[in-house]
């Protein structure tokens, strides 16, 4: 059994440069080379991030023999058709997020893992970080009662449209997409349940894909979860998990900090028709502390490792990936956003 993942990259942007820092801290994981589709950008990636193997194609990187694993930061509608590639060509991926542009993407997917005796993985990279395994600690253990409600928002606001991958219909673009996949993916992890009835509202931009996204899914188990994504607006980008005892709230849920995180609990007052009932005997609001200790997607990539050599269950699961992708299919049906893929 190998000791170590040596990864290989394809695509060189932003994304792919936080990937390769987070490795940094790893004990399993080298990269040791990246493709790209014009030889000057894999050249000038690999320099920067000191990288040994430089690649002008895709294919070509896929051929490497020292690669065991692939990291896709590609846009969303090149996933599919990249993450097959590299399965046939009997390399492990580790895929951003969304996983595709469809559920049907998605499942084909895994059943090609499946037949290549292969790892497939959503990178949803907070699902890896010591917060979140707290956080659902604290829900499961009581600390909120019943949970019953969940609130997230992922908003941010940028002002480059032309050449910005997200704003192309074409690369499975948009608000619901980028971000809004994050709030689904929360909603759904927490809830541990899939919804049975979703709405939403969106408002396009020119482009052709949602600029901002509202909407809410509703689960058999009586969690109810609203979210908001955007990219025009501005919002906390907290997410909130509310239950019949108090709440939690999550400061910053996406990218928590590499050192320590907080989230902090809150019991609610009984209000005065409640007479005679008696306050918590616990803390009204507690803040907890969280050691977090290293890099976000350094502990993506450790579990992805485990997975790979230690044979240890996937932390996003097939179930939970396909999951996902059939409930932002429902979302963009509910704002008539459509892609190639879809037909």
Request: a neutral charge.
């Amino acid at each position: 059994m190998a000791k170590e993942l040596r990864w290989g990259i394809l695509g060189t942007g932003n994304i792919a440069g936080q990937f390769i820092k987070g490795l940094a801290g790893t004990h399993r994981s080298s990269v040791v080379a990246v493709g790209s589709r014009r030889a000057e950008s894999a050249e000038a990636f690999s320099r920067t991030h000191r990288i040994g193997q430089a690649h002008d194609s895709y294919d070509a990187l896929l051929a490497n023999p020292s690669v065991d694993a692939v990291y896709i930061s590609l846009p969303n509608s090149m996933h599919h058709e990249w993450t097959l590639k590299a399965l046939d060509a009997g390399k492990h991926v580790l895929c951003e997020k969304p996983l595709a542009s469809n559920a049907a993407q998605a499942t084909e997917m895994f059943a090609v893992a499946s037949r290549a005796h292969r790892v497939l993985v959503e990178a949803f990279m907070y699902r890896s970080n010591p917060q979140d395994h707290a956080v659902m600690r604290a829900v499961a253990e009581g600390a909120i009662g019943e949970l019953r409600l969940i609130r997230t928002s992922f908003c941010y606001r940028t002002t480059k449209g032309v050449g910005n991958i997200r704003f192309d219909r074409q690369l499975a673009g948009g608000a619901l997409m980028d971000s809004g996949c994050y709030c689904v993916n929360f909603s759904r992890h927490f809830a541990n349940d899939e919804p049975h009835r979703v709405t939403a509202a969106g408002r396009f931009h020119e482009s052709g894909v949602d600029i901002l996204t509202a909407g809410t899914l509703e689960f058999p188990n009586g969690v109810t979860a609203s979210f908001t994504c955007g990219m025009n607006t501005h919002a906390d980008n907290t997410a909130y998990l509310c239950g019949s005892e108090g709440y939690i709230e999550i400061p910053v849920p996406w990218k928590p900090p590499a050192k320590e995180s907080i989230f902090t609990i809150t019991k609610g007052t009984p209000p005065k028709m409640d007479g005679g009932v008696k306050p918590p005997a616990t803390p009204l609001r507690e803040t907890v502390r969280v050691p977090i200790n290293g890099e976000l997607y350094g502990f993506e990539a450790d579990d992805f490792a485990a997975t790979v050599l230690d044979n240890r269950p996937p932390r996003i699961t097939q179930q939970d990936s396909i999951g996902n992708m059939k409930t932002l299919d429902q979302l963009r049906a509910q704002i008539g956003l459509k892609f190639p893929a879809d037909a």
